[in-house]
Structure formats: C-alpha cells, structure tokens
C-alpha cells in the first residue's frame, strides 16, 4: 500500500504544465450535476477539503454560506486562520444544478498580501484549482477525493497497468479517510481546550490512526509555507 501511495503522489508533481491556469481568479468553467441546488450545497458543506494533498500548513477547513447561491469552503490553518478559500457558485439548471468554483485569497487584513503572493505562483494556483475543483466533484458525488485527477496523463497511464486501477481507488479511499480523522481529531481537541463538548473525556495516547499516509511526498511538499502567504 505504501508504494501505491508513493506512486499516487508522485504522479501529481506532474499535473499542470507552466501554460496551464496562471491567473487568480479565473473560475472553473460551470459543471451541471444532476441534483438539486440544495442537496449540492449541502454536500459541500458536510466535505472535507483534502489535507492530504495540500501540505502540512493546512489543517483543515471552515464552510459560510454568504448568500443562498454560494458556499464559501475556507482553507485553515492549526489556529484556525484562513489561508485561502474556494468560492463555489450553486444555480438551478433544468431539472439539476450549475455549479462553478474559484480560488480566492482569504478576507481580511492578509488579503492583499496574499493575493499578491498567490499571483507570483501561478502553478501553485493553477493546482489549487485543480484541488477545488476535484474537491467539490467528489463532494457532490459522494466518493473520495481523487488524488490522480490532479495528473489525467499519469491517471490514464496508471489506469492501463494491470490492478492499479483498483490500487489507486483503496488509496483514495484510505487517504480521505485519515484526512477525516485526522481533521475530526483537530475539531474536537479545539472544542475540548475551549471547554466545549468533550472537554474532560480521556484523549488516546496513540495518533497512528489519525495521522495521514504521507506528508513528506508530493506537490503537497512544495506548497509555499506560511511566509509566503503573509503568515
């Protein structure tokens, strides 16, 4: 399995050429899901956005709703700042939905900063928007996150070998599943140090279950640390 994951996280360092999406902003083109405008944001906002895949400074997420169309997924950091969020778009379409996600710089005081920093990297934006975009596809269809979505090219390739198809969707799925727990693990020990539910209940000594697979490995490794944001 470990050589699977390393192979599934190799492949991504590939996934965007320099010609790819370089400008922030710049949105998805609209998807029509056959679903409701309701049930999509309601799957983007029970969604946990792919730590796994976006190193180690993002530690989980926060999801606002500013208007009846749009579902806002906050990136946070370990003290529950906002790093950067994926703005999605929900409209009726016919019988289904129409629905559209941007990468964004967060609000508030960094805002500028970070925009500024975001523009420098267009490969790091053109990959959030890959992320983004696979995130909420996976959200709405209910199924893990897709790590070789990042890479069609290497997902095409992988997907002629004999058996690695099968071997890419258990890391997917073990993947999504230690980044939920791992995420469920940080939401409750912030709850439990604010005296919240759960404050007194004995912790496990053990974080081999809530640890993901790999942080050392893939284009996760190279993401800008929190300086580079204005952090």
């Keep these: 399995m470990d050589q699977t994951f390393l192979l599934v996280r190799i492949g991504m360092l590939a996934a965007v050429p320099v010609g790819g999406i370089a ?90 900063r970070v925009t500024k920093a975001m523009q420098s990297q267009p490969i790091v934006v053109a990959l959030m928007n890959k992320v983004a975009q ?41 993947a999504a599943l230690f980044s939920r727990m791992e995420q469920e693990q940080r939401r409750y020990s912030s709850s439990a140090q604010a005296g919240g539910w759960g404050a007194n209940t004995p912790r496990s000594n053990s974080t081999a279950s809530t640890r993901p697979p790999s942080k050392a490995g893939g284009w996760g490794a190279d993401t800008p640390k929190s300086n580079d944001w204005g952090y």
Excluded: C
């Design 134 to 174: 696979e995130h909420v596809d996976a959200a709405i269809e209910k199924r893990p996150f897709n790590m070789m979505a990042l890479n069609p090219a290497g997902e095409a390739m992988a997907n002629t070998m004999p058996g690695m198809k099968e071997h890419i969707a258990e890391a997917n799925e073990n």
């Design 23 to 112: 400008w922030l902003g710049l949105s998805s083109s609209a998807e029509h899901y056959d679903v409701s405008p309701a049930e999509v944001r309601t799957s983007l906002s029970n969604a946990y956005v792919p730590v796994h895949v976006l190193g180690s400074y993002v530690k989980g997420s926060r999801v606002s709703k500013p208007d009846k169309e749009t579902v806002v997924t906050s990136l946070i950091d370990a003290q529950g700042r906002e790093l950067m969020r994926f703005v999605t778009k929900v409209e009726p379409d016919g019988e289904g939905s129409s629905v559209s996600t941007t990468v964004e710089p967060p609000v508030g005081p960094k805002a500028e």
